[in-house]
């Protein structure tokens, strides 16, 4: 490792992006076949949102290394902000098919699908996820979320709990736990998940709002709407 790529590399970790970037290109004119400049170098123009540019260089990078399984995530990444679903889910296919143990891949194809309403395939997903990793919290919360919208409502608490068991400050856990406590029409244990959730960070908008919603339901407009303003507080376009 040359002393330019060092002092890139380091750039790069401290979040010094454009001044990274101006050495690995430096560097990438002498070795344009240098397959970790390249991948950098997708990475930086993914986190300054330059997801075009991201998407060429990955393509360059994969014909220099097309067995590298973390190049396939991060296209699939990439993919999804250009709204490119089919290409994205092939992506994290090919990853799986070059890891078969790539938690991530299952977790973020798992994503996707149940975004596109294809939850049946997205619980698959979470489920393999859960079977290789059965700690894996953020698996169980994102399974809940397949059960919820397949309407299995006690399969989908169970998953929840399931997540906050593994990690009790899991903010999301804790309102997605609310949701499907709502749908069962428990209104005061969905306000106990809600409330958690706020407790955890003050600033949950949504979880403000949702909780106001129960409020409004039982008549108490009062403190509906201070939840409301609350949430518009922290998320303007609430009010919109």
């Known amino acids: 490792m040359n002393s330019k790529f060092k002092e ?3 750039l790069f970790q401290k979040g010094q992006l454009n001044e990274a970037k ?15 400049i390249n991948f950098i170098l997708s990475m ?3 986190r300054q949102k330059e997801y075009s540019k991201s998407e060429e260089i990955i393509k360059k990078a994969i014909k220099i290394r097309p067995t590298h399984v973390e190049i396939y995530n991060l296209y699939a990444i990439v993919l ?7 290409l994205a889910i092939e992506n994290w296919n090919i990853a799986i098919k070059l ?8 977790n973020n194809r798992g994503n996707l699908l149940l975004e596109l309403g294809k939850n049946i395939d997205a619980l698959k997903s979470y489920e393999k996820a ?5 700690d894996f919290a953020e698996a169980y919360n994102n399974r809940g ?3 919820l919208k397949l309407k299995k409502i006690d399969d989908a608490l169970k998953s929840y709990e399931k997540a906050i068991s593994l990690k009790p400050n899991y903010v999301q856990a804790h309102h997605n736990h609310g949701h499907a406590l709502y749908e069962q029409d428990k209104l005061k244990n969905a306000l106990k998940s809600y409330e958690k959730a706020i407790e955890l960070k003050p600033d949950f908008a949504e979880a403000h709002f949702d909780r106001g919603n129960i409020f409004a339901e039982l008549n108490k407009n ?6 409301y303003e609350k949430a518009i507080k922290f998320k303007p376009e609430f009010e919109a």
């Not at 101006?22 to 970790?36: A, V």
């Not at 999804?80 to 089919?86: A, G, I, N, T, V």
């Not at 890891?99 to 299952?106: H, S, T």
């Open 22 to 36: 101006k050495l690995f290109l430096e560097i990438l004119k002498q070795e344009p076949n240098n397959f970790d």
């Open 145 to 147: 979320n397949a059960l």
């Open 44 to 46: 930086i123009a993914f």
């Open 222 to 227: 009062d403190v509906a709407i201070e939840c």
């Open 130 to 134: 859960i079977e290789l990793k059965p």
């Open 80 to 86: 999804l902000h250009l709204k490119k679903f089919d």
């Open 99 to 106: 890891k078969p143990d790539y938690l991530e891949a299952y």
């Open 8 to 10: 890139a590399l380091n």
